[in-house]
């Protein structure tokens, strides 16, 4: 997607470095757009931990990209050669602490895994490396992909809310960040907005402000923005009235893992939306790549909740006379608990919009898209 008319992807490779890898720092967005350089398993890991990455896709970019890092790192210093068991030993160490950065989006592991399994294909040290890099570009290159066809198959929804509202904006209501910062380009549920803003049916996006880190209001509104989608920022707990006032014709939220019978992980916040939309008869549908499937469980209560420091809770943060400063916003003694996700069970959800179409959130329709994993 374009920043200041300019093509950004969320991380790609340092064009004349490949032992460096840059990618865009969203803490410091809305107000400054700083790239930052990558170059050790431990950088990539912080980057993950402290946010400077986030969203499921592109924590499991980053993931992959981490363990090429760590292929390099793993690999033969200048003074001396090493045995194959200490290189996948040194592998195995840094896979596990990329693992237990952040627990609920699944493409973390998954990139990781995947990483590893082709890894251990190849013989030679360098023959790993390469394959780690050609398959950090892979994961990457795939989750962009799938992502604009999430976008192709989910504006048939848009448009056909357009068609009935003949030439009124489509209000679509959307929680947390899952545009195109979250993922490597496009976005899951923000993918069919830009796919019916760029066909000229005229949307309108409310975007929820998802504290305590604000990426609705940081990152949604600030990619809707740069992209001249229009949109208005409401307080988390605005949906259910706007619902109600019929200023909501569709809710379109992304997914951090969903599991192989429909329920969904999503940022915190996200059940209340689906409950709101239910009472009032609003389509609620989840926007994920099939990277953010947990093939391996049913139920959602299997799924790990992250629990972040309660400073983000009793925290903010803005941005004032060209730096970054933080404030107190609750009392100092007071305990808080700040849980990062919440499950929506798959009856609140009309439906799912993946890479290979639409489909009803049950296992059986889940399965007819993604055969392979039927057994
Ligand atoms: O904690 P974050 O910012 O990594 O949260 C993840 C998300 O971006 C959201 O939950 C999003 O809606 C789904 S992931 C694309």
């Given at each position: 997607m374009k920043?200041?008319?300019?093509?950004?992807?969320?991380?790609?490779?340092?064009?004349?470095?490949?032992?460096?890898?840059?990618?865009?720092?969203?803490?410091?967005?809305?107000?400054?757009?700083?790239?930052?350089?990558?170059?050790?398993?431990?950088?990539?890991?912080?980057?993950?931990?402290?946010?400077?990455?986030?969203?499921?896709?592109?924590?499991?970019?980053?993931?992959?990209?981490?363990?090429y890092?760590?292929?390099?790192?793993?690999?033969?210093?200048?003074?001396?050669?090493?045995?194959?068991?200490?290189?996948?030993?040194?592998?195995?160490?840094?896979?596990?602490?990329?693992k237990?950065?952040?627990?609920?989006?699944?493409?973390?592991?998954?990139?990781?895994?995947?990483?590893?399994?082709?890894?251990?294909k190849?013989?030679?040290?360098?023959?790993?490396?390469?394959?780690?890099?050609?398959?950090?570009r892979?994961?990457?290159?795939?989750?962009?992909?799938?992502?604009?066809?999430?976008?192709?198959?989910?504006?048939n929804?848009i448009?056909?809310?357009?068609?009935?509202k003949?030439?009124?904006?489509?209000?679509?209501?959307?929680?947390?960040?899952?545009?195109?910062?979250?993922?490597?380009?496009?976005?899951?549920?923000l993918?069919?907005?830009?796919?019916?803003?760029?066909?000229?049916?005229?949307?309108?996006?409310?975007?929820?402000?998802?504290?305590?880190?604000?990426?609705?209001?940081?990152?949604?509104?600030?990619?809707?923005?740069?992209?001249?989608?229009?949109?208005?920022?409401?307080?988390?707990?605005?949906g259910?009235?706007?619902?109600q006032?019929?200023?909501?014709?569709?809710?379109?939220?992304?997914?951090?893992?969903?599991?192989?019978?429909?329920?969904?992980?999503?940022?915190?916040?996200?059940?209340?939306?689906?409950l709101?939309?239910?009472?009032?008869?609003?389509?609620?549908?989840?926007?994920?790549?099939?990277?953010?499937?947990?093939?391996?469980i049913?139920?959602?209560?299997?799924?790990?909740?992250?629990?972040?420091?309660?400073?983000?809770?009793?925290?903010?943060?803005?941005?004032?006379?060209?730096?970054?400063?933080?404030?107190?916003?609750?009392?100092?003694?007071?305990?808080?608990?700040?849980?990062?996700?919440?499950?929506?069970?798959r009856?609140?959800?009309?439906?799912?919009?993946?890479?290979?179409?639409?489909?009803?959130?049950?296992?059986?329709?889940?399965?007819?898209l993604?055969?392979?994993?039927a057994?």
């Amino acid at each position: 997607m374009k920043v200041n008319g300019q093509h950004f992807r969320t991380i790609w490779l340092h064009p004349t470095n490949e032992r460096v890898v840059q990618l865009i720092d969203q803490r410091f967005l809305p107000h400054r757009f700083v790239v930052e350089e990558v170059s050790t398993v431990e950088q990539m890991a912080d980057a993950i931990r402290q946010m400077h990455v986030r969203g499921a896709g592109l924590i499991g970019a980053s993931a992959g990209y981490g363990m090429y890092l760590a292929a390099i790192e793993a690999g033969p210093s200048r003074t001396g050669s090493i045995s194959a068991k200490e290189f996948d030993a040194r592998l195995t160490e840094a896979a596990e602490r990329l693992k237990a950065t952040r627990p609920t989006a699944v493409n973390l592991a998954w990139a990781i895994e995947r990483q590893l399994t082709g890894m251990a294909k190849a013989k030679t040290a360098r023959e790993k490396i390469e394959l780690a890099l050609r398959t950090a570009r892979e994961i990457a290159t795939e989750d962009e992909e799938n992502c604009r066809m999430i976008g192709q198959h989910g504006v048939n929804l848009i448009e056909e809310i357009a068609r009935v509202k003949n030439g009124k904006p489509v209000n679509i209501l959307t929680h947390c960040n899952a545009g195109w910062l979250a993922f490597v380009d496009y976005g899951s549920a923000l993918a069919p907005v830009y796919a019916a803003h760029d066909r000229g049916l005229p949307v309108h996006v409310w975007v929820d402000e998802t504290r305590p880190r604000s990426q609705g209001s940081k990152l949604t509104a600030w990619e809707l923005g740069q992209h001249g989608v229009p949109h208005t920022i409401i307080a988390d707990g605005a949906g259910g009235h706007l619902m109600q006032r019929g200023a909501v014709d569709l809710v379109m939220v992304g997914s951090d893992r969903t599991t192989r019978a429909g329920d969904v992980a999503n940022k915190i916040g996200t059940y209340l939306k689906a409950l709101a939309a239910k009472d009032n008869k609003i389509p609620f549908y989840v926007a994920l790549p099939s990277s953010s499937f947990d093939w391996a469980i049913r139920d959602g209560s299997e799924i790990p909740i992250e629990e972040r420091g309660a400073e983000e809770l009793k925290r903010a943060d803005g941005w004032r006379n060209g730096r970054m400063w933080e404030v107190s916003v609750a009392p100092e003694s007071s305990p808080a608990v700040n849980y990062g996700f919440d499950v929506t069970p798959r009856r609140l959800v009309t439906g799912l919009i993946t890479e290979r179409g639409v489909c009803k959130a049950d296992e059986k329709s889940i399965l007819e898209l993604f055969i392979e994993h039927a057994s």
